[in-house]
């Protein structure tokens, strides 16, 4: 009786370990650009956000020539802005006396990382041109100047 062996089917330990080596490549790639798309789209939602009190506020400068003071999302949903779902900054906004402008902070909560940080909206109506009488800026640590809009409101 002859015994036939089969030829076993399947892949070699070399192959296996080029395939992990590859994969193990692509994710050291992957993950770092993927966690700051994720960053960069939780500050483009806080800008927009922003953008909306901006709005907001110029508007209530308007009917009632003074700006308005807002910390919690009770006084925002007053002036028309809900902010109930954000789960990645509190936002708060001051009229600054000393120049007739108002200021937008956004901060970002443990949602959104391990590290905190800033971003902030500086109206100033006293800049004269060709300055812009708005600003935005970052702290620098997790939220960078390249994350927020090129050009002023």
């Known amino acids: 009786m002859k015994k036939r062996i089969r030829s076993q089917r399947g ?3 070399v192959e296996l370990m080029v395939v992990i080596i590859i994969v ?8 770092p650009l993927y966690t700051d798309y994720v960053e960069k789209a939780r500050v483009t939602e806080a ?3 922003m953008g909306a009190i901006i709005t907001s506020q110029k508007i209530e400068k308007q009917r009632t020539t003074k700006y308005y003071d807002a910390s919690d999302i009770d006084m925002f949903k007053s002036k028309g802005i809900d902010i109930s779902d954000t789960r990645y900054f509190t936002y708060a906004t001051a009229e600054d006396a000393t120049t007739g402008g108002f200021t937008i902070t956004a ?3 443990a949602s959104f990382g391990p590290d905190t940080g800033t971003i902030t909206y ?3 109506p006293t800049v004269t041109p060709p300055a812009p009488p708005s600003s935005w800026a970052a702290d620098g640590t997790v939220i960078t100047d ?4 090129t050009a002023p409101s």
């Open 11 to 13: 892949f070699t330990l």
């Open 24 to 31: 193990g490549i692509l994710a050291a790639i992957a993950v």
């Open 47 to 49: 800008t927009s956000i």
């Open 107 to 109: 901060t970002s909560t």
């Open 122 to 124: 500086t109206y100033n």
């Open 146 to 149: 390249d994350m927020l809009p």
